[in-house]
């Protein structure tokens, strides 16, 4: 069954993004509700632009930072009491900061840990019990295609970037065949989050399409693989060509 | 420690994390055999006694090193914390405490050594496992931790370069004591895991410590010069990507 080509039959299904504020994750919330998903839009501090998104999509807002596992739990709560049972999770939140190694202070490794790993482990340890009670559901962790080829001044976030492919791996075996859990690894993308650097034609001109990613492009891809019925553990990396392996 | 003998390694120095475990004997005993001397650092006692869940034993531990020895050559960050549940059974505490352990204090002891690796032209070998690569049930922490460390490895091997080389090695299920651990998360006697874990290798047995210390010490040999930012995969077959 694909869900995609019948948005009636998704319709009626929860999705919660995390991160959706912005970006990516906000690209994803708009996607999944024109596919016909109650939306829950996450937010960790901007409240405005979640709550604004939520009623413009029809869905509703969530405040909660991902790298509190109490705050998540109670979240999840929330968002089955309001919208109904999650069936989809995109584990979107994240951020992006570039240092050196020896400027990797510990508070900044640990807040990248909790937030870019912590924010997957803390989600599906709450939807899991719901989605295995139910007998479905799909989880896709947003990487990034610098945990595949790594990058300089960005250690913390490569790690946990690919710490969170790890942990998709595991719990796509474990979780199977009731729970599919996939990954999708973007390459540079056009959001708040991308280094003017990476605008330019500097970089554009190493990419073999020629220029960086739309939120649009990538939230396309989130929808393919969470509704992709005989897909799991799998990594899908829309980066324009920038990782051919 | 040992005194150094054989001609290439002479006087380079090499910090060893989990020293005391299966790999971590095997490997101390590889590097001194090739003429290294070795600070093997276990969290039992010794002379470089260091519980790497304590966040603030890395930077101790290396200045300790250098301290004694003058110089730092090689990290391998072996020390590991290990646990199997299901995700949503596994106590966060615990969760949390096995990636800080594996990943966090792996990192915090290469951004110590950084500078002095970057001294004496270096290199690091993290110790990553074949589940970092595949992931694994009812192992989600130890995997995203070891997967991590790949991940830690690629960015380490770009920004360190070309002075410092970075690599990992994701070996395949070892003969160590800490296969108990999978032992009893599958309710199975040891010797029955083993036998399924042979069974499941194409090369039809599970690997001795001995074997992965070979490997490590290849990333350090003029074999080994060229390699960065690699992960170097002896698991008997078992994963071939």
């Not at chain 1, 989600?123 to 479905?136: I, Q, T």
Request: aromatic content about 6%; hydrophobic content about 50%; some cysteine.
């Amino acid at each position: 069954m694909n869900l995609r080509a019948d948005p009636a039959v998704a319709r009626g299904q929860v999705a919660l993004v995390t991160g959706a504020s912005s970006g990516i994750g906000r690209a994803t919330a708009q996607r999944f509700a024109a596919a016909g998903y109650r939306v829950a839009v996450n937010y960790a501090t901007n409240a405005a632009a979640g709550e604004a998104l939520a009623h413009r999509i029809g869905g509703a807002a969530f405040g909660c930072d991902v790298s509190d596992p109490v705050a998540v739990e109670r979240m999840v709560g929330a968002v089955e009491a309001v919208l109904g049972p999650i069936d989809v999770a995109v584990c979107n939140a994240g951020f992006y900061e570039e240092r050196p190694l020896e400027e990797v202070t510990d508070e900044l490794w640990d807040r990248t840990l909790r937030v870019l790993l912590g924010g997957c482990f803390h989600v599906a340890r709450a939807v899991v019990p719901a989605m295995r009670a139910r007998g479905s559901g799909s989880i896709v962790a947003v990487a990034s295609e610098l945990a595949l080829i790594g990058g300089v001044n960005v250690a913390h976030y490569v790690a946990a970037k690919a710490a969170l492919i790890g942990l998709a791996r595991s719990l796509a075996r474990e979780l199977a065949p009731t729970i599919r859990v996939n990954i999708v690894a973007p390459g540079a993308v056009d959001t708040p989050l991308l280094p003017d650097r990476d605008r330019g034609p500097v970089y554009t001109s190493t990419v073999p399409l020629g220029r960086i990613g739309r939120p649009e492009e990538i939230a396309e891809a989130i929808l393919h693989v969470a509704e992709a019925p005989w897909t799991t553990g799998a990594l899908y990396s829309p980066n324009g060509g920038v990782v051919i392996q | 420690m040992s005194t150094s003998r054989g001609p290439r390694p002479a006087g380079r120095v090499a910090l060893v994390t989990g020293a005391g475990g299966g790999l971590g004997r095997a490997l101390v005993a590889a590097l001194e055999a090739e003429g290294w001397m070795v600070a093997g650092a276990t969290h039992r006692g010794g002379d470089f006694a260091a519980d790497l869940a304590d966040r603030a034993v890395a930077e101790r531990l290396v200045e300790r090193v250098v301290a004694r020895f003058g110089r730092l050559d090689l990290l391998v960050p072996n020390h590991a914390a290990m646990g199997m549940a299901p995700v949503d059974a596994h106590p966060v505490e615990d969760w949390w405490r096995i990636v800080d352990t594996n990943l966090s204090g792996s990192f915090r002891l290469a951004r110590a050594a950084a500078p002095h690796l970057l001294a004496a032209a270096g290199s690091i070998v993290f110790i990553s496992s074949e589940w970092g690569v595949t992931g694994w049930p009812n192992a989600s922490a130890y995997a995203a931790s070891k997967a991590g460390l790949i991940g830690l490895t690629k960015a380490l091997a770009r920004e360190l370069a070309p002075d410092v080389r970075v690599n990992v090695v994701a070996p395949g299920v070892i003969d160590t004591p800490q296969l108990q651990v999978d032992a009893d998360a599958a309710g199975l006697p040891l010797d029955e895991m083993k036998r399924r874990y042979a069974a499941a290798a194409p090369l039809g047995r599970i690997a001795t410590p001995d074997e992965i210390a070979a490997t490590v010490l290849c990333l350090v040999s003029p074999a080994g010069a060229y390699y960065t930012g690699q992960v170097l995969q002896p698991n008997g077959g078992t994963t071939m990507v």
